[in-house]
């Protein structure tokens, strides 16, 4: 079965700052993978994703996140943080495009600092 | 107009009552999503729909029905409301064709008491 672990509950970071959020999946073929924002009483919008090709994917809002394989990790990065980008963040696996769904992660809420 | 819309934003209900949250898109995709997102659990599949004569249920779908009245409407019921289904719904949409990945509603959140 298909899983998603994000294994830090809440980040803080000062503004400026880089920043790394944790994402591991459990799958056993190559996996659908995408990381998700969510801004206070927001919807989830689409940060990025990963299919097939390049491992280090770019995104909007200056994300990139890098799939490892041999690692089973999709780790949301930003060099500089903003203080718009204190929110939460979700990542999320599907076994393929064609399947009944993702499973997402519970999710790190991020905090940013003056 | 925002390409998934969910209505209403917020309901306060009784237990025992039923309750209709309304879910529409003008994204053109067939697939549509129901989720809830509680605290600590991220979100968790209660329906799902791939087109209008198909519907399927999702993981936690006990004490949820579902009605796909077009491939733009997707309507998720609570026919009696209990408090533990308080909780933020969001409806979703997708296309396989275009890449995947969800396009989500701005949420329902919805108050049992």
């Known amino acids: 079965a298909q899983s998603v672990t994000q294994p830090d509950i809440h980040i803080t970071v000062s503004e400026g700052a880089s920043l790394e959020l944790r994402c591991n999946y459990s799958y056993g073929a190559t996996p659908y993978l995408f990381w998700y924002v969510q801004s206070p009483g927001q919807g989830l919008q689409l940060l990025l994703k990963?299919?097939?090709?390049?491992?280090l994917v770019q995104g909007i809002k200056g994300f990139e996140a890098e799939f490892k394989r041999s690692q089973s990790s999709f780790n949301l990065r930003k060099p500089s943080v903003h203080w718009s980008d204190a929110a939460e963040y979700f990542c999320?696996?599907?076994?393929?495009?064609?399947?009944?769904?993702?499973?997402f992660g519970t999710g790190t809420s991020l905090t940013v600092i003056p | 107009d925002a390409d998934v819309t969910q209505t209403p934003r917020n309901r306060i209900t009784k237990t025992g009552k039923r309750i209709m949250l309304e879910c529409s898109q003008t994204?053109?995709?067939?697939?549509m999503y129901w989720y809830r997102q509680d605290p600590g659990l991220g979100l968790r599949l209660i329906y799902y729909?791939?087109?209008?004569?198909?519907?399927n249920k999702g993981e936690i779908s006990d004490g949820y029905s579902v009605s796909r009245q077009a491939q733009a409407k997707f309507s998720l019921s609570l026919e009696s409301a209990i408090p533990n289904q308080t909780a933020l719904y969001f409806c979703?949409?997708?296309?396989?064709?275009?890449?995947?990945?969800?396009?989500f509603g701005s949420g329902t959140r919805l108050t049992v008491v």
């Open positions: 979703a949409t997708s296309d396989p064709g275009t890449g995947g990945g969800y396009t």
């Open positions: 999320a696996v599907g076994a393929s495009l064609s399947g009944n769904q993702f499973y």
């Open positions: 994204k053109g995709h067939d697939r």
């Open positions: 729909s791939f087109d209008v004569k198909d519907i």
């Open positions: 990963y299919f097939s090709g390049d491992t």
